[in-house]
Each structure stands twice: as structure tokens, then as C-alpha cells.
């Protein structure tokens, strides 16, 4: 039924940028709020960012002027600017929509 794929994840250095998309199928996309949360090996599953239907954005402090969560409903596609990315910032990050989640992308941050 519902499918969410994540795409862009993959090794950067430290200071650099990526940007991950989500790409939802199966759901009415545009009347839910989307979420990006990461995951580390031996870690709890953490949001990141948040995106409401009509825009409204919250991040966790960590990330807060580094990444972007938007939307563009046309195509049914989430994504998650990362700038100024640091070591702590690895993790699979995964899209979540109405509690449907994707299986993750990896993002590795590492010189």
C-alpha cells in the first residue's frame, strides 16, 4: 500500500551537504505532516525534522540552522537539505508519513 523511499543519502565529509529526498506513494501526502528521523547503531530513533500540510517546520536543536525539511506536494516528495554536516550527523535517515516510514538511507559523515 503506502511507500516511501528515501534517496540521496551517502559519504560526505565533514562541512559538507546533502540532500535527501522522500518520495511517498499509496497516501493522500499532502494532508499529513511529514517526518525525517535517524537512527545510530546502539541509539534510540530520533526525529529530526518535522513538515506540517500547510508548512509549519520544527527541528531537533542540534540540527537547527543546518537542515531544511519542505515539501512539494505536486510530486509527493519530501526532502531534507543537510548543510554543514558533522560526524555526529551519521545515521540512516528515514521519512515518516501518517506512522508509514521508509526503509532509510545512510548518511555517513567522515573525513
Known amino acids: 500500500q503506502v511507500q516511501l523511499v528515501e534517496s540521496g543519502g551517502g559519504l560526505v565529509q565533514p562541512g559538507g551537504s546533502l540532500n535527501l529526498s522522500c518520495t511517498v506513494s499509496?497516501?493522500?501526502?499532502?494532508?499529513?505532516?511529514l517526518i525525517w528521523a535517524r537512527q545510530s547503531p546502539g541509539k534510540q530513533r530520533e526525529w529530526v525534522a518535522t513538515?506540517?500540510?500547510?508548512?509549519?517546520?520544527n527541528y531537533m536543536d542540534s540540527v537547527q540552522g543546518r537542515f531544511t525539511i519542505s515539501r512539494d506536494d505536486a510530486k509527493s516528495t519530501g526532502y531534507l537539505q543537510m548543510n554543514n554536516l558533522r560526524p555526529d550527523d551519521t545515521a540512516v535517515y528515514y521519512c515518516?508519513?501518517?506512522?508509514?516510514w521508509g526503509q532509510g538511507t545512510q548518511v555517513t559523515v567522515s573525513s
Open positions: 515518516g508519513l501518517n506512522h508509514d
Open positions: 499509496g497516501s493522500a501526502f499532502r494532508l499529513y505532516t
Open positions: 513538515i506540517t500540510r500547510r508548512g509549519i517546520t
